[in-house]
């Protein structure tokens, strides 16, 4: 393996197949550009514990006398450090209360990730709490990992924060694909966690339809939109990972409503986008509406607009369109007030709105997570975590916990008539009249969004969207940057990833926008 850089899923698995190199030394290799890139070097923080079993379990599948391969024999992996691991690896979402905590068994991700073959190289670090314990902490920073750099535009602030930030929650997740750490990896989801992160390193990730990929065994943040989702290097990586982990869960009864087609690969090809019918909700005549696409700089419109131009050039049928009014999210009752505590935000002791279906399941579902998941802590419950934090403030609460303040402050068994009518309203305004609404409206395959700006429209009612690298922009705010990626996202209806997958392979392979940053390559 000579380029690790750029290696795919099938790349790694013809050269075992050839005989050229081993599962032993492709773990190794991987495991040596972590020491050189994430540890030294350009130190990007991305992986935040290794598999200390990896090159055991390569020696294993290395002896092994298999007739066939399996789907990802060999294939070094690895997982956000909110995935279950029943291993040596602990399982801490990033929180110095859960450095210690192991669990149980594995997750079902991680269970059919080792029945395909794959090696687990270790756990990717993270937004501490998948970025729901503090308004306002950056992206990629836990309070036991550390700060996750872009690895783009590696440089931080003198305060220690990105100036180009990694995206997240699954920063670590992000950074260690687009820097060659791993073939591929696997984030999670509530809104954005995977879009953004993906879209900062340019990589690809799929953000499943809920249900499709089990949440067994993932520390969660709201049952009603987590999900895990790969990220890799290609379109067709990716469908090869759903492949695998798109199984239906006892487990996760949201699994049993899946729909999925028998290989996600099957219709990848350069005439995916032929004759799909692409919405773009953007309104240059009415600015106040205009909210995905307005916001734009002049660099990162010139990125869609060619990216536009070359899904036309693909026979996609462009529909220019707004989405509708009632489609905006955080429409009243959505959300709630939260009193920005964080000692470094400027915006500190003012009222903040975050999602109300957020601050009530995060309570409900952490609480039963941490009792039937994990084993090796004291922390057994939100309030424990919590008076941990209190205890121990230098270390755990540089950017405050007040998101878990209001989520403690609810009665944990969701019964309050607030968060029911929070979960119709996001049904309603996101998804009947919002991402429903629209594509009824122009008869669409797939809604075009730059970046991640319109991951929460899709999340909340649980639709998937893809995304793709596009194109590079510059500059945060008045601050010069080096260039640094910028995606092009495929939203779609709830189990339709296999189209928005055909049209993000043809958009791939005709614009070949992924690059390597910068001292990442070979």
Known sequence: MDDLSNSTIDSVREALSAGTTTVSDVTKAFLGRIEALDCSGPALNSVRVVNPDALAIAGKLDASKRKAPRPLEGIP??????????????????????????????????????????VILGKANLTEFANFLAVGMPSGYSSLGGQVRNAWAPTLFKDNIPVVQPGGSSAGSGVAVAAGLAVATIGSE??????SPANQSGVVTVKPTVGLISRAGILPISHSQDTAGPMTR????????????AQVDPLDPAT????????YTAGLGADGAKGMRIGVPAMPEDPGRDIYYGPLSKRARKVMDQAIEALQDLGAVIVRAPMPVEGWIGAPGTDMPVLDANPESPLRHTVRRVSTVFVYEIKHDLNEYLTEW??????RSMADIIAFNEAHPDQCLRFGQDLFRAAQATKGDLSEAEYKNARRLDLLTAGRMGMDAYMDEHALDAVLFPGNAGAGIAAKPGYP???VPAGFISGVGKTATPDYPLGATFAGRAWSEAKLLRIAYAFEQATKARRVPPGCEG
């Open 77 to 118: 992996i690895l997982l956000k450090d909110n995935i279950a691991t029943g291993d040596k690896q602990p399982t801490t979402a990033g929180s110095a209360a859960l450095a210690d905590a192991k669990a149980r068994r594995d997750a079902t991700v991680t269970r059919l990730l080792r029945e395909a073959g794959a």
């Open 190 to 195: 509530t809104s954005g966690s995977l879009l």
């Open 234 to 245: 290609t379109v067709r990586d990716a469908a090869i990972l759903l492949n695998v982990l």
């Open 256 to 263: 049993a409503k899946m729909k999925r087609p028998a290989d």
């Open 374 to 379: 994990l084993r090796g802590t004291k922390n």
């Open 465 to 467: 969207s893809v995304l």
